[in-house]
Structure formats: structure tokens, C-alpha cells
């Protein structure tokens, strides 16, 4: 309720113009929003200068500005986990408004005042990742991630040893990131046949599925994919074919469970060591991938409501 009471105050503010002055803070955004009382208080907005009227500016000015009201030196607002992670659940919906440039800016003079103090960079990355990385976050977003990373680890204050976990993230984020090339693999279908990723007969759209035979969540997500009807009238028409592909060691398993699969789907094995060459990111099974007809990734590992917009949309075109 919070979250949706937040977005609503944001997305007026950012589409209709104010006729507040620069700087300072706004009594009636604090009224609407919350004040700075720690045990999930919220942060106010900040005054829109009134010459800012296009709303994506508007967007990049409130993440720029978010965090003006908060005292990084002030230790116990600092530790006060529910009041850092309700003010950071709303900051990172606001990047969902602006520019890219805009959220390395945020980004950078969030981390610029958290760097001042030990806790609050401690508790900045401990937010940061439990809610843009974690498989389970329903707020989950590669894009914003991957923002935060990169101007952490252009962070000076930042000791060697403290990059190496972030580096190895970032590396992870950027890997079969939407807009490139997915990597290419091999496997064997159900029916024997050794194929490739890249040389498959090409389709509109390729629906990547990694799975576990043995993962109970994997099932139920298949289950509900194979019961969506959107889905099934993309794959009967031609407009989607749906690779799915245990990465798993036990190839017994997999051999007594292929059948379970629907039989429009292409069930394989992947023979090339996905899992040990770490040619994709598999946080948590199942993970999906949208690619488009030459193997560009339109979507990586999208949380399950986004998935199944993206299915809704392409089934409303056909």
C-alpha cells in the first residue's frame, strides 16, 4: 500500500508541472509521502523547480534530488533497516521514469553521500542487492543493478578487496545482457538430434528456458506457461518456438522426464557445459531469456509478471 501510494504522488508529480520553487523541500510532498522518522519513515520529495516541465527531466530531477533530506551522518537513521530499504524501494522506482544518464547520476550522489559513512555504504549495498538482484525481489531489475554497480565501483573510496565481489556481479549482469548476441550452445533434443542455439532453424521469437528436472518451482512455472493460453497460440502459430534446456548434470532424469514437456516445445540437453563455462547467469531455476529471430536478447531472466505481459503483447499483434 505504501508502494502504491508512493508511485502515485511520483507520477503526478512527474507528469503534471508544479509551481514550486528550486531547492527546499515541499510541505505538501512531505504531508502526501512521509517525513524522516526512521523505523520505515519515508523520505520527502523534493520541490520541482518550475522551469522543469518535460517529464522525463522531471523523473531525473527527483532521483537526483531523492536523497538531499537524508543525514548520512547520522548513524542510527543509517542501521535502521526498514527505513533504508522503504526510502531505497522508492528511489529505484523512480529510475523507471527517467533516462539512463539519469540514474548513473542518482546513482553517483547517492553513493557519493552514503561513501562518507562506513554503516550507510554497508547498508546502501545491502538494500542495493537484496532488492535489484535477488532472484526472489518482486522488484528485481538488471538494468537498475547494473547502474548501481558500475558507479559503486567508480567509487575511489572503494578498497581493492571490497571490488572484487561487485566486479564479479557486474561481469554477471553484463553477461547475455538484452541487445546482445545470446551465447551460442549445444544440445541434444529429445528425440536425438544435436543442435545449436545459432543453428536451429531461425524463428520470430525464441522463448529460453533453463530448467531443472528435479526443481519443484520449475515445474509449476512450466506447468502455468504451458496453460497459458496467449503462449500456446504464439507457439501453434509459428510466432514462438520454446527452447527448453536442462543445464543439469543428471542426464538419467532428464531422459525419464522429457516427455512430461508439451510436445510443441523443443526439449533438449545441453551438451556443452553451460553450468561449468558460466556461458549464462542461472541465479535460480527456471531462468528465461526472449530472444529475438537472430539471437538478440529482448528480455534476461524477466521476473514472471513482465514475461507474461511480453506474451500478452505479442499475442495481441498477431
Not at 292 to 302: G, R, Y
Request: aromatic residues 8%; contains cysteine.
Amino acid at each position: 500500500m505504501k508502494l502504491m501510494c508512493f508511485m502515485m504522488t511520483v507520477a503526478a508529480v512527474v507528469i503534471t508541472a508544479c509551481n514550486g520553487s528550486a531547492g527546499g523541500w515541499s510541505a505538501k510532498a512531505t504531508d502526501t509521502i512521509g517525513v524522516v522518522t526512521g523505523e520505515g519513515g519515508e523520505l520527502p520529495l523534493p520541490v520541482m523547480p518550475s522551469g522543469i516541465t518535460d517529464p522525463t527531466e522531471r523523473a531525473d530531477y527527483l532521483m537526483a534530488h531523492f536523497w538531499d533530506a537524508m543525514d548520512f551522518a547520522d548513524g542510527r537513521l543509517c542501521r535502521d533497516t526498514a527505513f533504508m530499504e522503504q526510502n531505497f524501494v522508492n528511489f529505484i522506482q523512480l529510475h523507471h521514469y527517467g533516462t539512463t544518464d539519469g540514474s548513473h547520476a542518482a546513482m553517483r550522489r547517492l553513493l557519493d553521500a552514503a561513501v562518507t559513512s562506513e554503516s550507510a555504504l554497508a547498508m546502501i549495498r545491502y538494500v542495493a542487492e537484496r532488492y535489484l538482484n535477488d532472484p526472489e525481489s518482486p522488484m528485481r531489475d538488471e538494468r537498475t543493478w547494473t547502474v548501481f554497480l558500475e558507479e559503486l565501483l567508480a567509487t575511489d573510496e572503494l578498497s581493492e578487496d571490497d571490488r572484487l565481489r561487485p566486479a564479479a556481479q557486474l561481469a554477471t549482469a553484463r553477461k547475455n545482457s538484452p541487445g546482445t548476441v545470446a551465447a551460442d550452445f549445444s544440445y541434444v533434443t529429445r528425440d536425438g538430434r544435436r543442435q545449436t542455439l545459432h543453428g536451429a532453424p531461425a524463428a520470430r521469437r525464441t522463448l529460453l528456458l533453463f530448467y531443472d528436472p528435479s526443481c519443484e518451482h520449475c515445474e509449476e512455472e512450466i506447468t502455468a506457461l504451458r496453460d497459458n493460453d496467449m503462449l500456446g497460440m504464439l507457439v501453434s502459430g509459428g510466432a514462438l518456438r520454446v527452447l527448453a534446456v536442462c543445464a543439469e548434470e543428471d542426464r538419467a532424469l532428464w531422459e525419464r522426464t522429457k516427455s512430461d514437456l508439451p510436445a510443441d516445445w523443443t526439449v533438449a540437453y545441453d551438451v556443452s557445459g553451460i553450468l561449468q563455462k558460466e556461458l549464462y547467469a542461472l541465479p535460480a531455476m527456471p531462468t528465461i531469456y526472449v530472444l529475438d529471430s537472430d539471437n538478440t536478447v529482448v528480455l534476461k531472466d524477466p521476473r514472471m509478471d513482465v514475461l507474461y505481459g511480453w506474451i500478452a503483447d505479442e499475442a495481441s499483434g498477431l
